[in-house]
């Protein structure tokens, strides 16, 4: 898979540090990030809200890969989050305007109790790994699992093999995690918070997969979501028990 470098960056909304109040980006920019995070968050125009998780290991970045794709920001610094932290981004996907609330959990064995009662409900999951630890890698399976027991049988997931631009200490092959992608059934994309490299790319396709599925459901069953309205939260679907394969 090819590595697109993206430009420009989306607007910033702020964080949710843990007990939910609005804090400012990396930058120190809190008053201005925490203006637009509060109108972007009270803001009800919108036709789907989804509800997306970044999960992995503790350290394979996905706290920065979500302020890159929120506030077009990073930082090197290393802050372990505590418990579960979440955004707000609205987008435009197949002229529809959709709300992302996307939470940040924490990878430490000891909050998992905490994180995965945030699985319920959840429409898509970017289930990430780091390319220069091999744990990671191998904890990719144990994910899954978890996606499996926890959350709703339509979820879709996206695997992402993250600070792809430390080639020089990678010890996961791209090859290596398209494989195991092939094997779970799940599209594959190696990023960079850092170097914002297909950071966008796995959101926007998340949220067409998503979309998608949503489409092929109401094809199926057109009574599936009665009286649809603009505002509608699709956050939270019936699921019957999964059978077999990762997510």
Do not use: H
Request: charged content about 25%; glycine content about 8%; aromatic content about 10%.
């Amino acid at each position: 898979m090819s590595l697109n470098r993206e430009q420009g960056g989306p607007v910033p909304q702020a964080r949710s540090a843990g007990g939910f109040t609005a804090a400012g980006d990396m930058s120190g920019n809190s008053t201005q990030a925490d203006g637009k995070w509060q109108k972007d968050a009270a803001d009800q125009n919108f036709d789907y809200m989804f509800k997306l998780l970044i999960i992995g290991n503790s350290s394979v970045g996905k706290t920065s890969f979500l302020f890159r794709y929120a506030d077009d920001s990073f930082t090197s610094a290393f802050v372990s989050t505590v418990g579960i932290d979440f955004k707000v981004k609205t987008v435009f996907r197949n002229e529809k305007r959709v709300k992302l609330q996307i939470w940040d959990t924490a990878g430490q064995e000891r909050y998992r109790t905490i994180t995965t009662a945030y699985y319920r409900g959840a429409m898509g999951f970017i289930l990430m790994y780091d390319v220069t630890n091999e744990e990671s890698f191998n904890a990719v399976q144990d994910w899954c699992t978890q996606i499996k027991m926890y959350s709703w049988d339509n979820a879709q997931v996206v695997l992402v093999g993250n600070k792809c631009d430390l080639e020089d200490e990678r010890v996961v092959t791209q090859d290596r995690g398209q494989k195991l992608a092939e094997r779970l059934g799940l599209e594959f994309f190696e990023t960079s918070a850092k170097d914002n490299i297909n950071v966008k790319a796995v959101f926007e396709r998340l949220v067409d997969i998503i979309c998608d599925k949503m489409a092929e459901s109401l094809d199926s069953d057109p009574n599936m979501i009665p009286n649809q309205t603009k505002g509608q939260r699709l956050t939270e679907q019936p699921g019957q028990p999964k059978q077999g394969g990762c997510c």
